[in-house]
T-cell receptor
Framework: ETGVTQTPRHLVMGMTNKKSLKCEQH?????MYWYKQSAKKPLELMFV???????ENNSVPSRFSPECPNSSHLFLHLHTLQPEDSALYLC????????????FGQGTRLTVV | AQSVTQLDSHVSVSEGTPVLLRCNYS??????LFWYVQHPNKGLQLLLK??????LVKGINGFEAEFKKSETSFHLTKPSAHMSDAAEYFC??????????????FGQGTILTVHP
């Protein structure tokens, strides 16, 4: 248990669906992240939020829309996804600013059909 | 810019023998380096971290890593493997300078198999 909780753990959605992934941490961290883990690829950073402000968008398609309403919660809204978006989506948090060890959630396994 | 290369995609050892997982990094600034472990269907767990203090870093579960600036390496070792060590291991770099906001760059991972 790392203190970072992601829901749901598994999600199957059609290409026309709209769904959201949720991440929650109560570690007092000020930075939160979304990562994508695909088979046979390194983890890819998608978004970084620092003090609830998006500070990095790593060339992610607009069908992925993050939201950080407060420093403890992070969402990833999904719409009109493609099958190649199927992956494990990991949320992480860390103290900010600067580099620090990140604590990861267990991930949401997303399958797009 | 920062990057990480894990030199072996798979490592196989027998239980009770030493483990060596190799990692080389590239960084424009003073790096922080981490090793994470991921067991099947689980999230990532931090094993250990180097942040410019002692170059030999001890982590959880008997793992340790040595930061060698001259070789730009941060290899992970354990004297004696246990069956529960079977997992995928990621070497990670984060730059201290610039506006990295704690951006982590991951290696491609090394799958460790432990045989009885």
């Amino acid at each position: 248990e790392t203190g970072v909780t992601q829901t749901p753990r598994h999600l199957v959605m059609g290409m026309t669906n709209k769904k959201s992934l949720k991440c929650e941490q109560h570690l007092g961290h000020n930075a939160m992240y979304w990562y994508k883990q695909s088979a046979k690829k390194p983890l890819e950073l998608m978004f970084v939020y620092s003090l609830e402000e998006r500070v990095e968008n790593n060339s992610v398609p607009s069908r992925f829309s993050p939201e950080c309403p407060n420093s403890s919660h992070l969402f990833l809204h999904l719409h009109t996804l493609q099958p190649e978006d199927s992956a494990l989506y990991l949320c992480a948090s860390s103290l900010a600013p600067g580099p620090a060890a990140a604590f990861f959630g267990q991930g949401t396994r997303l399958t797009v059909v | 810019a920062q990057s990480v290369t894990q030199l072996d995609s798979h490592v196989s050892v027998s239980e009770g023998t030493p483990v060596l997982l190799r990692c080389n990094y590239s960084s424009s600034y003073s790096p922080s380096l981490f090793w994470y472990v991921q067991h099947p269907n689980k999230g990532l767990q931090l094993l250990l971290k180097y942040t410019s203090a002692a170059t030999l870093v001890k982590g959880i579960n008997g793992f340790e890593a040595e930061f060698k600036k001259s070789e730009t390496s941060f290899h992970l070792t354990k004297p004696s493997a246990h069956m529960s060590d079977a997992a995928e291991y990621f070497c990670v770099v984060s730059e201290s300078g610039g506006t990295s906001y704690g951006k982590l760059t991951f290696g491609q991972g090394t799958i460790l198999t432990v045989h009885p």
